[in-house]
């Protein structure tokens, strides 16, 4: 069975994505070479990430240099050289090699020897070698002596996912092409395009999910897209591509949402406890959040939402952004996640801290708005005991001197810096908390 990603392989430079620049500079030394009868470069190094299109353009290179109408940036496809350079395992003048197979001493000697051959009917020899980073520093000597003086019939194109592990010697003696990952955009275009002509139906919306699922990569999002397509018995629906790629629902984000906006803390709960049953991935999860909250802020702002609103929701999602980290190191996510948005449901409600050390209450200066929408509150994984099991209410002695708010608060502050000594990224995230606070208080005064 032939894959989408083979099956849509580029095949000429203009079907190469997202890769602009390079596929500019390749077509103009194409046509330069045409006219004077020879590429001026025999040398060139693909550098960027896995699944941009290095292989792909190296053969497309190859099979532009060796049409007999080539050199050409647009081989014919029915000469010798062309049906060729459609199996590379076959056509003795493009040698492709695997660098991290082939690194040794041995295999460098071998090349040198090899590359004075002449090519068997192609105008070149073409040696694509793969992973060049991965040959060992012998094999790198070699193999620039062979690129300071090399015969005029052979070409060199290397490929790498690490420019940075390629020797200077090497990168002064090549042409250097990089290959960016390729935008969501465009990446979503090209599957719109695979699947018209497979005649495959598509959802709104699924096929910007397998896109951003690629990461960048056109071979990686069309391996998916097959895999979707397999799942859907030939049509891509967003509630399959979602359970495919582990991606919560749409609604469960759209429900969080709404409830961190509204400050309703128990929905917010409800929703995490759901997220659990279903095995969310809450790295996941976290990412689409700040997405739809991103999108809500900013359908706000063009719609002329009031300042101080615009103002509450950067700030609610400055410090959601903030907790991310807190995500990356915790072992418990679901905890991390519900603690965030409990607090940023309820930033618009608290006082800042200094307020209660001052006076235990907050300040005229510093108004509190009244709480919003509170559904009551009840703890659904760990269920309060009843009331009856509660212990006494505290007596307080009269020996003791009589409580003012102060060392009231002294006590309070220091039974929470008890619990949380344990707790480092707690203790940061109410450090943020208490920044954030007055923050906004100050801004609202
Ligand atoms: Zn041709």
Redesign the pocket.
Known sequence: MTTLALKYRPRILSDLVGQTASVKALTNALTRAKTSGAIHHQAFLFAGVRGTGKTSTARILA?AL?????P?HM?????????A?EQPDRNMDIVEIDAASRASVEDARALREQVQTRPAFCRYRVYIIDEVHMLSRQAFDALLKILEEPPPHAIFILATTELQDVPDTIKSRVQIFPFRLIPVGLIEARLQYVCDSEGVTTEAGSLRLVAEAGQGSMRDALTTLDRVISAGDGKVLESLVREQLGIVPAMRVKGVLESLLSGDTTSILDHCEALASLGADWANFWKELMLAFRDHLESGTRSGLQTHEILRLSRMMSFLIQRERDLRDSSLPQVVIELALLTAAQLPNLAPLDALVRGGAPSATQPVPPPRHQPPQQNLRYPSPPPQHLPPPPVVQPSLPPQTPANHKDKHIKSEEELIAQEPNLQRLLKDTEAEITGIHNETK
């Open positions: 099979r060796n049409c007999t109408e080539g050409t081989p014919c496809d029915n000469c010798d050289p062309c049906h350079s």
